[in-house]
């Protein structure tokens, strides 16, 4: 939540798609674009987005 950057890598620039994550506390709203691709992301995110992809995997099921 106190991260300032709003995109992490570069989602869906080469097809891969991406996660867009949004939450609202309150009056406030904030949003995150963030590339599936974990090279391309700052390590602390892998185990979130790895969690979150397995969450959409489920859902499409």
Not at 31 to 54: E, H
Request: aromatic content about 10%; some cysteine; charged content about 35%.
């Amino acid at each position: 939540m106190n991260e300032e950057d709003e995109v992490f890598g570069c989602p869906d620039c080469a097809d891969q798609g991406g996660f867009y994550l949004e939450i609202k506390q309150g009056k406030s709203t904030r949003s995150w674009r963030i590339d599936t691709n974990d090279d391309q992301i700052p390590a602390y995110l892998s185990a979130y987005t790895a969690k979150v992809g397995k969450v959409v995997d489920e859902l499409e099921k």
